[in-house]
């Protein structure tokens, strides 16, 4: 579902997949986020995604004029896990908000994995 705004010069229509890649890189930068994860898990195992594959992690709908965002992402081992997705929430909120001049964004971050960096 397309987001629509309709202006005196014309139709704004902004695509979930836009919202999405907006969103996941937006998440790649914050802190103690190792990548993002697939979110259907298989066998209940994480499967990490490569980077130019991050906006699988991330699932948008649209409800009128409010944006609902879910991401599924992998922390850092040893990191506070409620912080990681305190500051994820924030970031993608405010980056959002941002781009498409919108207040209504629910951001969700589901945490599928920890793992240990090199």
């Known amino acids: 579902m397309l987001m629509t705004e309709q202006t005196t010069l014309g139709r704004i229509e902004i695509s979930p997949a836009a919202i999405a890649t907006i969103a996941s890189e937006s998440v790649l930068e ?3 986020v190792v990548g993002m994860a697939s979110k259907s898990l298989i066998g209940g195992l994480a499967q990490l995604l490569r980077p130019e594959r ?3 992690g991330v699932e948008v709908r649209v409800d ?3 944006i609902i965002v879910d ?3 992998i922390v850092e081992y040893g990191t506070r896990i409620s912080e990681v997705a305190h500051g994820i929430m ?5 980056r959002l908000e941002q781009a498409l001049g919108l207040p209504a964004v629910e951001v969700n971050v589901h945490v599928q994995g920890l793992r240990i960096s090199d």
Do not use: K, M, T
């Open 30 to 32: 914050c802190y103690g």
């Open 54 to 56: 991050a906006r699988r």
């Open 64 to 66: 009128g004029e409010r």
């Open 71 to 73: 991401l599924y992402v």
């Open 90 to 94: 924030n970031r993608v909120r405010y």
